[in-house]
């Protein structure tokens, strides 16, 4: 498909936010940008200046007005730090509050854009679709084709403890029949997805700018067993703790960096650990590749699932590095022999040419002319 298209895209996550939903967006505007395609990218607003970006990548940015919904405010003491975090846990399980905030949004900017041939809008989260789906009309469709682009299952997720109430299902049937298309990453997560839509599903990986030419990485040679983990934690899913533990107990050196959203978890054993355990926020994506090239093997905590798959696992194939998947059933064995240099039980990942951004962008450019034939 060589003519050039107009295309809009609908995220809440982009540029410079570190989150695989921002990732998506954003490799698929600059992608589209180098291809010569006439893009629009509508966001939330957010405190940055888009000047160099925008010289580097000339699309056209718009954000919706600045959120009003106020979060609620967490207290570190108790009793008030739990009655925070559970008036938080109800109002976000019950009422998606404050993301709802974005349908209303969404549904305002889109107002008066229109012409376009192909509209992508990212969740999650899922608000994003809502508002999408509410503005569009039999009088103003905004594009050819509306494909609504989901890392994770909304209904049928299944690693959140708290389920969404019944009645969320019929916004998610209202923005899946509005939707031409339905993109998911992975194909084992279809079974997240009302099964009346799963003509509509397309499976479309994450997609990365890099080298498709690179070689192999050497042999890293550390004088100290050294491997880091990039990503949160989940309590019971994503669980560090079984490690953690381990880890506490060897009376050997080695070095575990920990690149997470979530340290919480980790606070108990940073004084056990006396140093071999260094623990950061995430860092933009160019400065975590080069860590992980150096490092001796990396860390994947399972999500046991088929329906939710780490986007992370992408950037470690690139690294070229074994990798030690830790699953619930937490085997010791597995963490002696790569503490000793033992990659046998290393994980197999997947083809990172697979994900390269030119070709992610094609699988979506592909949708207009499979729009056409149905």
Known sequence: MSEKKNIILVTNGFYPEISPRSYRATELAREFCRQGHKVTVISKYRDFDYGDFLYEFPLTFRMYDKLRFPRIREFKKRPLSFISKALSRIMLTFFEYPGIEEMFKVRKILKYEKDYD????????????????????????????????CGDPYMGDVLDSFRHPFYFKYLEKWFCRRADFITIPVKSAITGYYPEFH??????????????????????????????????????????????????????PFRFLVFTNTPELLDPYREKLNGKLEVSGFIPREQLMK?????????NFDNNTSLNVPSKLI????????????????????????LEGDYRYRMSLPDPEHYHIRNISKLFLDLLSSNRLR
Do not use: C
């Not at 192999?216 to 079984?242: C, H, M, W």
């Open 199 to 252: 003509h509509k599903i397309r499976i479309i990986p994450q997609g990365f700018d890099f080298n498709l030419k690179r070689v192999k990485s050497e042999e890293v040679q550390n004088e100290i067993p050294t491997f880091a983990y990039a990503g949160g934690f989940l309590k019971g899913i994503r669980d560090p703790e079984p490690l953690m533990k381990y880890l506490s107990g060897l009376d050997f």
């Open 291 to 299: 860590m992980l090239y150096g490092m001796s093997f990396l860390i």
């Open 315 to 338: 950037d470690y194939a690139l690294a070229d590095r074994p990798v030690l998947n830790i699953k619930r059933e937490f085997n010791s064995d597995e963490v002696k022999a790569f």
């Open 118 to 149: 192909l509209m992508i809008s990212f969740a999650v989260p899922y608000p994003i679709h809502w508002g999408v789906a509410w503005s569009i009309t039999k009088k103003h469709k905004i594009s050819e084709v509306w494909v609504a682009d």
